[in-house]
């Protein structure tokens, strides 16, 4: 089972890309994310999962999902995290994640995607996006291949500045940073709704046909890339900057 989380698609195109070199079954947990609700996986004989990388650690949505979610035990479980630079120690809570569900931990891999996270970083011109997703393909096929024959991933290891730093900037990043305050709708918004139908956690309504954000975000920047008419900016620091559309 591959199951995966994805803001804009650098993940899904991984995890799609996984799931049809192994012929296992693909699990989107975009609805279960919404719901907050946890899913049964009991019956699946490996699991993949597939995530960005915020901060160096997974998603705390994606961890949180897992927790939620029923495995068999000693089930085989490998992490694959797309960034943008490095997992940094992405690896370390990946493997507190599947110990916590009892899950055999065969290793975490990194995909370099795209950057998406646009308030902080630009992402790069269509053509420099295109040769990085070009590049990362090698290195999903090298996982894919692991993945079929059971074998562990590489262990890439993780600097010991890494997993003393990481949950010292975690908490107040998350607490400080992660807000939908400064997401606002520009003049060009058409009202079609979109950026709440991409929005993995519910949290933007449409009132009057302009999108409304509430304090439920985790930053995946779904709702300000997607959008159509690029309508969405993020106070004053999106401005001006090219959006990431994803691999498709």
């Known amino acids: 089972m591959i199951i995966y989380f994805s803001g804009t698609g650098n993940s899904r ?8 070199a192994t012929g296992d079954e693909l699990f989107d947990c975009f609805e279960y994310l919404r719901s907050g609700k946890g ?3 009991t019956k699946a004989a490996v699991c993949v999962f ?3 990388v915020y901060v160096s650690a997974p ?3 994606f961890t949180d999902f897992i927790r939620r979610s ?3 035990e000693g089930c085989p479980a490998y992490f694959v995290m797309t960034c943008a630079g490095a997992m940094g120690a992405a690896p370390v809570y990946c493997r507190k994640a599947a110990s916590e569900k009892g899950l055999i931990y065969l290793g975490t891999a990194q995909v370099k995607m795209p950057q998406n996270y646009i308030p902080y970083f630009k992402t790069g011109t269509a053509e420099e996006n295109r040769k990085k997703i070009e590049a990362a393909l090698p290195d999903i096929d090298r996982i894919s291949d692991a993945i079929s024959k059971s074998r562990a991933l590489p262990d890439p290891g993780t600097k010991a500045w890494e997993r003393l730093s990481t949950p010292l900037v975690l908490k107040p990043y998350y607490k ?3 807000s939908a305050k400064a997401f606002n709708a520009t003049d060009s918004c058409v009202g079609c709704g979109k950026c709440a139908a991409v929005c993995p956690l519910n949290n933007i309504t449409m009132r009057d046909k302009k999108p409304v954000w509430e304090s439920n975000c985790t930053h995946c920047m779904a709702c300000i890339n997607l959008c159509p008419k690029d309508a969405i900016e993020y106070g004053k620091k999106t401005r001006g900057k090219p959006r990431y559309h994803g691999p498709d």
């Open 50 to 52: 597939v995530a960005p």
């Open 70 to 72: 029923r495995f068999a």
């Open 39 to 41: 899913a049964d996986f």
């Open 13 to 20: 195109f991984a995890a799609q890309r996984i799931a049809a």
């Open 59 to 61: 998603p705390l949505v």
């Open 176 to 178: 400080l940073f992660v």
